[in-house]
């Protein structure tokens, strides 16, 4: 089926550098998401974007994180500065529609922040 | 407050054995409900879906029952297999793009 793709699929960083999670999503979706899990737990929404903008954004998506699709390439997350709770594995995912749950979401990027 | 609600957080059956999890929501606009399934080192992945007008929907041996009535739903996994063992996601939608999820059933299938 089709696939995301998220580069890296783990980064160890100290508290307070700046990173940044690349996602490739599905060639002709046209709406992209970052979630974030904490042990396999909840899935907690962070932020969706479409055409260029952040259509909705969560409270968990604090000041310090932003998101860009630049030239149609890769979707990124950034975080400057990162702080520990920041810790966890960020899904990218994406979608043809909106208001039909079908995500396809990839394989994770798993950041520990130390 | 957390809007989607699931039960139990784990849950153990033996091969061959019918898995039920369930699910609770809170508000009445959700519409559309995914369950989506994941398994260790992956991303979640949508399983089957319902939405409200229907009470039922069957994919093999996945079926969801829906009671819009008392804002329930649950899965249930019939002849579960070692392969099912997984962490099963209930999710909802009210009608925009955004996607709330529950805390997720950890099941594990023994052969």
């Known amino acids: 089926g089709p696939k995301v793709l998220q580069i890296p699929s783990h980064q160890i960083i100290d508290m307070g550098q700046m990173v940044t999670l690349n996602c490739d999503p599905v060639s002709n979706h046209l709406y992209f998401y970052w979630y974030k899990q904490i042990l396999g737990q909840q899935m907690e929404f962070l932020v969706n974007f479409y055409n260029g903008k952040v259509m909705e954004k969560s409270k968990l998506f604090k000041d310090q994180f932003s998101v860009e699709r630049p030239d149609g390439s890769y979707f990124t997350l950034k975080i400057q500065p990162t702080a520990l709770e920041d810790s966890a594995v960020y899904f990218c995912a994406s979608s043809l529609e909106q208001h039909t749950g079908q995500l396809y979401f990839g394989e994770g990027s798993k950041l520990t922040v130390l | 407050q957390q809007q989607v609600r699931q039960s139990p957080q784990s849950l153990t059956v033996w091969e061959g054995e019918t898995a039920i999890l369930n699910c609770s929501y809170e508000d009445s606009t959700f519409n559309y409900f995914p369950w989506y399934q994941q398994f260790p080192g992956e991303g979640p992945a949508l399983l089957i879906s319902?939405?409200?007008?229907?009470d039922k929907k069957e994919d093999g041996r996945f079926t969801i029952f829906f009671n819009k009535r008392e804002k329930k739903l649950s899965l249930h996994i019939t002849d579960s297999q070692p392969g099912d063992s997984a962490t099963y996601f209930c999710?909802?939608?009210?009608?925009?793009?955004?996607?709330?999820f529950g805390d997720g059933t950890q099941l594990v299938v023994k052969p």
């Open positions: 999710a909802a939608i009210p009608g925009n793009n955004r996607i709330f």
């Open positions: 319902i939405r409200s007008v229907s």
